[in-house]
């Protein structure tokens, strides 16, 4: 079985902003494959269903990102899930929006959801980063914290968009191909024009 997390924060509030890049990823990947509707389980809402001989749980953590390791943990240990087995779909800032990066382990790199699951698991777990860029400084001069609240300015979009298909895509295919195939394809490829 498989596990495949998508991060951000519940609410009509937070639904198209930045932090939500992982929760947005999630749901294409849903529609694209048929899942089933989503449904509560524990402090996640859950869907399930197969990619290929795979069974694969989806989650949307509901705990807000700080906390989100609680609810990837709780999972992980009903189903019995290998950290080598959860793929964790995020934002993240060192990314240009559009672009995506698939690793296994690493650090949190200031990014409270992740910090939180790595706190939380005791393996290594996989992750699919989705670009969002770094706040221009003269605009956020309170820090990233505003910036990930954001959404996408309208000339992002676009790219943004074409990667959130993206992401559904390679999750789909860390699933059926392996991390070393998947992450071969994803990480080469060029930075698209905004």
Same mark, same amino acid.
């Given at each position: 079985?498989?596990?495949? *997390?998508?991060?951000?924060?519940?609410?009509?509030?937070?639904?198209?902003? @930045?932090?939500?890049?992982? =929760?947005?990823? $999630? /749901?294409?990947?849903?529609?694209?494959?048929?899942?089933?509707?989503? *449904?509560?389980?524990?402090?996640?809402?859950? #869907?399930?269903?197969?990619?290929?001989? &795979?069974?694969?749980?989806?989650?949307?953590?509901?705990?807000?990102?700080? $906390? #989100?390791?609680? /609810?990837?943990?709780?999972?992980? #240990? =009903?189903?019995?899930?290998?950290? +080598?087995?959860?793929?964790?779909?995020? &934002?993240?800032? &060192?990314?240009?929006?559009?672009?995506?990066?698939?690793?296994?382990?690493?650090?949190?790199?200031?990014?409270?959801?992740?910090?939180?699951?790595?706190?939380?698991?005791?393996? +290594?777990?996989?992750? $699919?980063?989705?670009?969002?860029? @770094?706040?221009?400084?003269?605009? =956020? *001069?309170?820090?990233?914290? &505003?910036? *990930?609240?954001?959404? =996408?300015?309208?000339?992002?979009?676009?790219?943004?968009?074409?990667?959130?298909? +993206?992401?559904?895509?390679? /999750?789909?295919?860390?699933?059926?191909?392996?991390?070393?195939?998947?992450?071969?394809?994803?990480?080469?490829?060029?930075?698209?024009?905004?």
């Amino acid at each position: 079985m498989r596990l495949i *997390v998508g991060l951000g924060n519940p609410g009509p509030k937070y639904e198209r902003t @930045r932090h939500n890049a992982g =929760f947005m990823a $999630l /749901a294409r990947l849903a529609a694209k494959e048929g899942f089933e509707a989503a *449904v509560h389980f524990g402090q996640s809402r859950i #869907s399930k269903g197969r990619l290929g001989n &795979d069974k694969v749980i989806l989650a949307w953590p509901q705990t807000f990102m700080n $906390l #989100s390791g609680e /609810a990837v943990r709780e999972l992980a #240990s =009903f189903h019995k899930i290998p950290g +080598e087995h959860i793929l964790v779909m995020h &934002d993240d800032m &060192d990314i240009e929006p559009g672009r995506l990066k698939l690793a296994l382990g690493g650090g949190a790199a200031g990014h409270n959801g992740l910090a939180s699951i790595i706190a939380s698991l005791p393996d +290594e777990f996989c992750r $699919l980063k989705i670009g969002i860029g @770094r706040p221009p400084k003269e605009i =956020f *001069v309170r820090g990233s914290a &505003d910036y *990930v609240l954001t959404g =996408f300015a309208a000339p992002e979009w676009p790219a943004v968009d074409a990667a959130l298909d +993206e992401a559904a895509d390679a /999750a789909r295919d860390w699933v059926r191909e392996g991390l070393a195939r998947t992450q071969g394809r994803i990480n080469r490829k060029k930075r698209p024009e905004l």
